[in-house]
Structures are given as C-alpha cells and as structure tokens.
C-alpha cells in the first residue's frame, strides 16, 4: 500500500478558519494540485482560497464556465496524473451528476466538496440544509457506487478533506465530502499537525489500467504521457480499455467489479462515532451539523438522568449497516434529526430493528438541541 | 474566568461587526482557548444589520451557536432591540449610548460607550467605533488577554486600517478602566 | 488506410465502425499524415473525443492515449489534462453536434481562453449515430428524421462562431481537399494557442439518404462542388455564392 507521512503544506499550530478555508487547506495538504471551479454559494470560499494557496504552493487553478465544465477537467487533469477536486451546493451538484457516473465507470478518483443549502431548486442559498444524500448516492443514471463523508466541525472539514483524497486513490472512485453551509460558514479552532498522511496513486506499468483478477479488486492507474498508450472511456470497456458496447459478460463484470470493490471493503471505509451508547434507551442516529444539536441534546439529557445516547454517522456512502444493526439490538428506539425530510431515515430503519422515527427540519435552519430534547424526553 | 462564554456583537451592515468577532475568536485561540464563531451571512451582510456570535471555552465546543448571549455588544438601535432580550441572567451589555436608547432589562447589566462619538472626534474615523467597544468590553468583562488581541489586530486587519484599529483598541482599553462601577462613558 | 500510416494504429483494432461513404476514415487518415509529416512522438499525444460517430476516430483506433468522454465535453476534459500537463500535445476530435450544439459554451470558452488545444470538428451536418436528427449545422431547407418539412432554421458558421470568441487559429476544409487540409491540421498543432479546423465530411447514410443523394459518390461531388476557397469568393457576386461554402483560413497562424 502506498501510504506515506508527508511534510503538511501549513505551519503546524492553531488556525481560526471557516471551514472552507479548511477544506481547502485539507485538499492542498493531501497533495490536490488541480481545481477546477464555479462560483455558487455558499461554496464560493473554497475556490477563493485555493486560487490563493494554488499560487504558493504551484498548482493549477481553472474558473472553468460551468459546472459541467469544472468535473470535466478534473477528470482530465486526474488522467494526466493530478490529485484534483471540485466544490460546489446543490444546484452546481446536479450538474455534475452525468460525470460522476463518467468518473466511476473509468474509475477516475476524484473529489466533489458539496456545500449543502436549503433546496431543491435555487431554494435559499444562503441558508442551511442536508438535501443532497441521496443525490450522492443515486444522482448519476446506472448502477455505482460512491464514497461521502460527513463533516461536523472545521476540524473535521480539514480531516474529511485529505481522508476523502486517500479514500479516493485507494479506491479509484468519486468521493464526496457532504458539508453543510453550518459548517462551511462556521469558524473553529482548527489543529494543524506537521505531517499529513496521504495515500499516493498505485501505478504499474503495462498491467491492465482497468481489470483485476478479482471481482473486488482496484487496478493499478497510470497516467497519460507515461507511454502507456491509454484508451480510457465512459463506455463499457474490457480491462485494456477497449469498447465493448454489445458484450453481456463485459458490462456485467465491470458493474459488478465497480459496485463490489466499494462494497467489499464498506466495513473498511465506513466510519461511526459512538457517544454515551452504554444503557441507552433512546439513540440518536445524527451526521453532520446536527450531530452537533445531537451531542448537545444528549448531554443534556444524561444530565437528568435520561438515558439517551448518540451514533454519530462520519460516512453516509457506504452505509454503516453494522453500527445501525448493532444500535437496533441494544436500543429501545431510535431517533433520526435530519435537515431534510428522512434521506437516512429510510437507511436506519432498513438495517435497525426496533422502533425508529425522524426529526425533520426544511425551513434552511439548522435543528436546536431544544427540538431534539424534546423528543427524547417524550418517549422516556 | 469561567469555563464557556457567548459573546454576540451585533449593529449595521458596516460597522465591522464581523471583522470585530473575527479579531475576538482569533485573539481567544491564541490564549489557547477553543473557539467557535458564526455570523450573518447572505443578504443581509451586506447593508443589512449584521451579527457575530463568539463562543470561547476552555475545552471543545459541543454546540456551536449562542444559546444565550453571556455578553452582548450592540452597535445599532434595531440589533439592540433584536437581540437584548436573549441574554443570559447575570449577562452583560454593551451599547453604542450615542446609537442606543436601552431598554429596562431585569438582572442584565447594561454599560454605555460612546464608540461612534469618540470614533469620530479622537480617530478620526467612525468605522473604529467597533474596536472602541470591544476594548473597553474586553477591559470590563476579561475575555481575552489584551496582548493577543492586539497581535490578532496584526494578523487581521489589513495594514493600511491596522493602526487607526490599534489606537481605537486602546482608547477603548482606557476608558474600560474608568467604566469599573459606572454605567456609561 | 495508406500502410505507411498503419504504425500510427494499434495494432489489435482490425476495422473502424465508419458506414461505407463515410468521410470520418478520409479525416482520420489526413490526421494521421499531418502528425506523420511534423514528426510528433505519439507517446505525447493525446487524443480526446466527445459522444457521435467523430468521436470514434481516434478511440481506440490512434495508438497513443485516448479518452474517450461525455458527449459535449470533449473540450472540457482536454483542459483538465492540458492545464495540468502542458507537456501532452492535446488534440479534439469530434463532431458538430458535441462541439458546438451540446458543447458550445465549452466551444467558445476554450477559445477565448486561447487554450493550447487542436480541436478538430468533424461536421457532417447531422446527428448521424442517433439516426439523422437536425444539428444546429444543418443547412436550410435540408430534410432530417426531424425537420420533415426541411430544416428551418439558419445553421451555425462555425468558423465565425470561434473566430468571435477569440480562436487563435481557425480554418474549414472539406475531405475532398486533403493537401489543404492536411497543411492546416500541421499549422494547427504546431501553434501554441486554441486552434479549430471545421472539416466537411460527408454522412451518406443518414444526411444523403434524406436528401436525395444517392450515392456516397454523389456527396463528394457535391462538396467538390460547393466548397470554393476564399480566394475564389472574393470575385464572385452574391447570387453566384449562394450554396457555396467558403473554404480557407479565416486568420493566419499567430505566431
């Protein structure tokens, strides 16, 4: 594995950054060296900052015409052997959904920083909400799989950031990291260390850029320019490349190896938090900002004495089946707060069997911890 | 000094009442604080009223935003009707006496400083009204250490405002030490 | 194929998918001879196309590397490579329709950017894979399997379209002037700027069928017909040019 300690791109110390001035330092520190870009808020910050830090640290900056444009030339800088991401909110996320599905089939890995806002449509764009999960997982036609990750904190943004890159090369697929404008637009202390850990593409020559023996496996990635002669393409390819739109046994073995060399190792990528889970009647089940109201609630309640706990979902795709699973033996119920009308709802109460309900909130604020004491305190 | 403190600052789109907080958060984390911040943002940033909520606390912040306002700083007559009714029992104001005309407000201490007026007549400039306050805030109330604030003054502030903030920051320092047992200055 | 050409194609691919009349294989040829003639390593070349027929002429035909990407992004995706490895020599091959009707603003964006990018537009003045539907290139009046009545409305000028936006270099010829051609696509790689040749190629099956030419051979008159190069405009009156399409460079090479 190609894991390795590398010199952070920031002094290592304290910083009081937003966290998009965090997702940007995130991505330059894991090694992003391209960015392509559209403004749309409230996403915008990211893109200002990396056309900053890009001119220091010497990578290539696009404010590219659209959307469309801006995941295009990141998947063609990737091919030419960058580290590359984009960031945008919602509207500028289903634009780029056909690329996505683009980006898995070739197995490009790239990096989609989505600032979520109050939708669908235009919406409020200055306002919050956690309406694109779904959209994360289905948004491109055809069967694939993604990775997203779900920030809470600045720090986090930072962290989620550079593990979204190593996720990424690892698996040679889209990841997306699901922020939410309460935390993009949040500023925290923010922990710098001076080394970052980062995963560096696998390249072997002349090995098949898009095949492995196994129905699970990632191939090696090389790189145009390095002679390797690639042919790379959205169609259905054999492992050389090659076109095989009429072959029944060639599409089924790339979607199903796409679809299972995520799958195959959910229980690798897949990360919870656990949070006062010992004799908890009542779990929370909560990502994002409104872990945050979550962990307040909980705390509140433990100090009455009501025993509430909280599962803390840090991936949303793939779906942490077994840390549901697990809640839904130990609990007498569980309670789901959401900033949209139960996208992961429908998820928990596929895996967690015991009662299970929602918490949803679309009015583009985020959820009070008040809400979900409230809640709680009425099933205790 | 206790353990967690919310600070809001709030006034007119213009008065730097973002800049204000952002200074403030800054200066906390180099006292080693934790330190979350959030403020308006949108619309109404720009022209609107504007607000910059502070939380510094000794350990990590669980929840982000103001519940209640331990401090509040007010720099306009609608933020301060806005805003002065969700302060904490036992909190502090701090208004702009030459914007505002306070309310009566039970167990909330309230303190007037003329920021805009000294602004104007010993800066020469009314958009130092906002480090007048919170200096003579940060004197009264012990939030942070005067020489991190000063430094985070250095970090923020571009160079060619840095010492019209520098000497606002003083005089509001100054006339905190006066404000020791008296409601306005 | 001319053989001396053949070391150009990898070496696994057999046959193109062209119909027979085609003019992409006469295109994918002159291609060929133009980087044959300059000397250009194929190790640093890399060759993108968007979605139709056009698309297919360099993937997975060219050996050399290929990408192969969404229809209308073709440009797109050069501009991630180009920006993040100026060393590749980039060229766009595509069609029409995915240049310039569902990929137009990356068309003319490109342009003005004045992106170190060959595009190379393969315009047959239909959709020709999806079964003949009207491009924004179709002429007036030409039947398609969606102007039943005759297209009416005017088709794009390609040339000017780029040339407005800003195109360092910009030339139109038609495969029945390959020696033309073949000179422009070789100023076209050399310059270090955004360059687009609109290449006429004749689409037998799906254009010519509709419209009464019943041959391919009938639709290579027909373009040796109505292609005249810009020089020969000059001198001929208004009534005299109407049908003609003007062929040429329409500015010199920059630099």
Redesign the interface.
């Known amino acids: 594995m190609s894991f390795q300690e590398i010199k952070g791109t920031l002094p290592a110390g ?3 950054f937003s966290g998009n001035e965090a997702v940007a330092e995130g991505a330059i520190a894991a090694g992003c ?2 960015y ?1 870009g559209y403004p749309i ?2 996403s915008s910050e990211i893109m200002e900052r990396i056309a900053v830090r890009f001119k220091e640290v010497g990578g ?1 900056f ?1 404010q ?3 959307e ?3 995941i ?11 580290k ?1 991401m984009t960031a945008t909110s919602g509207p500028g996320f289903s634009l780029m959904q ?2 996505i599905g ?1 980006a898995a089939i070739t197995e490009t890995p790239l990096v989609v920083v989505d600032i979520q806002r109050a939708g669908p449509g235009t919406g409020q ?3 919050v909400g956690s309406g694109d999960y779904m959209q994360a997982k289905w948004g491109s036609h055809g069967d694939y799989q993604v990775i997203a990750l779900s920030p809470w ?1 600045v720090q986090e943004m930072y962290e989620h950031s550079i593990e979204a890159f190593n996720l990424a090369e690892q698996y040679r697929v889209p990841v997306f990291v699901m922020g939410e ?2 935390v993009a ?5 923010l922990e710098v260390q001076a080394t970052v850990r980062v995963f560096n593409r696998v390249k072997k020559h002349g090995t098949p850029p898009f095949g492995t023996d196994s129905m699970d496996g990632v191939p090696p990635m090389p ?3 390095e ?9 259905t390819h054999d492992e050389f ?3 095989k739109t009429d072959d029944p046994r060639a599409h089924a073995r790339l979607v199903e190896r796409i679809n299972n060399k995520i799958l195959a190792n959910r229980g690798k990528i897949a990360n919870t938090e656990s949070w006062y889970l010992d004799g908890a009647e009542v779990v929370v089940v909560a990502y994002g900002f409104t872990a ?2 979550a ?2 609630a909980v ?1 509140l309640l433990r100090k009455t004495g009501k025993r509430a706990g909280l599962l803390r979902l840090k991936t949303i795709w793939p779906f942490p089946e077994e840390a549901i699973r697990d809640v839904g033996r130990s609990a007498r119920k569980v309670l789901v707060p959401e900033m949209n009308r139960g996208q992961i709802l429908g998820e928990v109460m596929k895996y967690a069997r015991c009662e299970v309900s929602g918490l949803n909130q679309t009015n583009g604020e ?1 959820i009070h ?1 008040q809400r979900i004491v409230r809640e709680v305190e009425a099933v205790l | 000094m206790q353990e967690i403190r919310q600070v809001r600052l709030c006034g007119y789109g213009g008065q730097g009442v973002v800049l204000a907080g952002t200074i403030l958060g800054y200066a906390a984390i180099k006292d080693g604080k934790w330190v979350a911040g959030s403020s308006s943002y949108g619309a109404q940033a720009r022209g609107g009223y504007a607000r910059a909520d502070v939380i510094i606390s000794d350990r990590t912040i669980v929840f982000p935003h103001v519940i209640e306002a331990d401090i509040l700083i007010s720099m306009s007559q609608p933020a301060y009707d806005a805003y002065s009714g969700e302060v904490s029992p036992k909190g502090i104001i701090f208004y702009d006496s030459g914007m505002i005309s306070p309310k009566k407000l039970e167990c909330v201490e309230q303190v007037g400083v003329a920021a805009t007026s000294y602004a104007v007549k010993e800066i020469l400039q009314k958009q130092s009204a906002n480090m007048i306050i919170l200096g003579a805030c940060l004197r009264v109330a012990e939030v942070v250490t005067k020489s991190s604030f000063a430094a985070s003054i250095h970090e923020n502030v571009p160079e060619r405002f840095r010492e019209a903030n520098l000497k606002a920051f003083e005089l509001g320092w100054s006339l905190g030490e006066h404000l020791k047992g008296v409601q306005e200055v | 194929m001319a053989r001396d050409l053949e070391k150009y194609l990898r070496p696994e691919i057999k046959s193109t998918p062209f119909c027979p009349g085609c003019g992409h294989g006469i295109l994918m040829n002159l291609i060929l001879r133009a980087i044959d003639e300059l000397g250009e390593s194929m190790d640093k070349m890399l060759f993108v196309s968007g979605i139709g027929c056009a698309g297919w002429i360099p993937s997975p035909h060219f050996n050399a590397d290929t990408l192969h990407t969404l229809h209308g992004r073709a440009i797109a995706f050069a501009t991630g490579a180009k920006m993040f490895n100026p060393a590749l020599n980039v060229m766009v091959i595509s069609g029409d329709g995915d240049l310039a009707s569902i990929g137009g603003n990356h068309l003319i964006h490109a342009a003005r950017r004045d992106t170190d990018l060959t595009v190379i537009c393969a315009n047959n003045m239909i959709y020709g894979m999806t079964g003949g539907q009207t491009a924004s290139t179709t002429p007036l009046g030409s039947l398609s399997a969606t102007s039943p009545g005759g297209n009416i409305y005017r088709p794009f000028d390609l040339c000017q379209l780029v040339l407005g936006a800003g195109g360092s270099y910009v030339a139109r010829y038609s495969v029945t002037q390959p020696l033309s051609l073949v000179e422009a696509i070789k100023k076209a790689l050399k310059l270090n700027g955004f360059s687009f040749i609109e290449v006429l190629s004749p689409c037998p099956t799906q254009f010519g069928r509709r419209n009464q030419y019943d041959s391919p051979t009938e639709m290579i008159a027909l373009l040796l017909e109505r292609c005249i190069s810009k020089e020969e405009a000059e001198h001929l009156s208004e009534e005299d040019l109407r049908g003609k399409i003007i062929t040429g460079e329409f500015t010199g090479a920059r630099d």
């Open positions: 304290s910083y009081y060296r391209y392509a808020t409230p290539v696009m590219m015409e659209d469309l444009a801006s295009c030339s990141v998947i063609g800088a990737v091919w030419a052997g960058a590359a056909e690329a683009y764009a200055t306002r904190s404008e309460a637009h949040l500023r925290e202390r790189a145009f320019g002679g390797e002669r690639l042919l790379v393409t959205g169609s490349g090659i076109r945050r109201s962990l307040f705390e985020i911890p």
